[in-house]
């Protein structure tokens, strides 16, 4: 067994995988929205088909009007090159490719944030002063897409 073959049968068996590093943890899990507002917000659905053209104009906002790239990156990640180390204040931007997240948020719990912020994070409110309610629904098709849950009809994420 080679060198590294042996470091990576000890990592996995150690579960080395298991650190938040790797993927979703307890904090990143935790529902952003107020307790006694969750119920309704998990109620809203996106009102907007999963086409094409949607994910296009989402895809539109992200990278411009909404300046989503900023912080959370042109691959969804979290990761936006204008963020300078040390800047932000609590958790770093949701990484939206992580599948466990993408799983436990519903659309109408990031439609609450794009509305009212994200408490104890960056996360500012969009809704209504940078954008309409039409176009975060839009931009929560492209985030979606991050993990492939943007489905466009007959047409593979992303």
């Known amino acids: 067994m080679g060198p590294y073959l042996l470091i990576i049968v000890i ?3 150690i579960g080395l995988p298991s650190i938040p590093i790797f993927g979703a943890d307890e904090a990143v899990l935790r529902p952003r929205v107020p307790l006694d507002q969750i119920d309704e917000a998990r109620t809203w659905t996106n009102p907007l088909p999963a086409t ?3 994910m296009e104009k989402g895809k539109g906002l992200f990278h411009g009007k909404a300046f989503c790239v900023t912080c959370h990156g042109k691959d969804g990640k979290g990761f936006g090159g204008d963020i300078e180390p040390g800047t ?3 958790p770093l931007p949701r990484n939206f490719t992580d599948k466990e997240w993408q799983a436990a948020r519903t659309d109408g719990e990031l439609f609450w944030i794009l509305k009212n912020g994200s408490r104890g994070t960056a996360m500012a409110s969009f809704i209504p002063l940078i954008l309409t309610e039409e176009e975060a629904w839009e931009v929560l098709r492209y985030v979606r897409s991050f993990a492939g849950r ?4 007959g047409l593979p994420a992303r």
Request: hydrophobic share 40%.
């Open 11 to 13: 990592v996995a068996a």
């Open 52 to 54: 094409e053209e949607t």
């Open 88 to 90: 932000l204040k609590g």
């Open 150 to 153: 943007g489905e466009i009809d």
